[in-house]
Nanobody, 129 residues
Framework: QVQLVESGGGLVQAGGSLRLSCAAS????????MGWFRQAPGKERELVAA???????????YYADSEKGRFTISRDNAKNTVYLQMSSLRPEDTAVYYC???????????????????WGQGTQVTVSS
């Protein structure tokens, strides 16, 4: 298992930006596909974005349709950290955001929630209108 700690959440006005960070420790970061999920009150947890591992170049990425063009997921393997840059935030983006890790073959991309076996504690993002 890998241990994950998120940071960077907070309160922002609609149209604003935030960058979430997730620091990983424990097992080899390079063997994991990383994802950001969110869960709003009364709703199921949903995958926002995911990124595969890749040496020397950007990994493959996935974005939920509502996040395409507004959110960017990236990872710094040297720092064992994954980021979620969020812009043009909307009140409906309000949720607890979780970082998660999926131990896939060669760190390849997955979008199945059941593949993500390690989770952070979550960080609150609140977007005011």
């Amino acid at each position: 298992q890998v241990q994950l700690v998120e940071s960077g959440g907070g309160l922002v006005q609609a149209g604003g930006s935030l960058r979430l960070s997730c620091a990983a420790s424990g097992r080899t970061f390079s063997m994991y596909c990383m994802g950001w999920f969110r869960q709003a009150p009364g709703k199921e947890r949903e995958l926002v974005a995911a990124i595969s591992w890749s040496a020397g170049r950007a990994g493959s990425t996935y974005y939920a349709d509502s996040e395409k063009g507004r959110f960017t997921i990236s990872r710094d393997n040297a720092k064992n950290t994954v980021y979620l840059q969020m812009s043009s935030l909307r009140p409906e983006d309000t949720a607890v955001y979780y970082c998660a890790a999926a131990q896939t073959r060669y760190g390849s991309l997955t979008v199945r929630t059941s593949d993500f076996g390690s989770w952070g504690q979550g960080t609150q993002v609140t977007v005011s209108s």
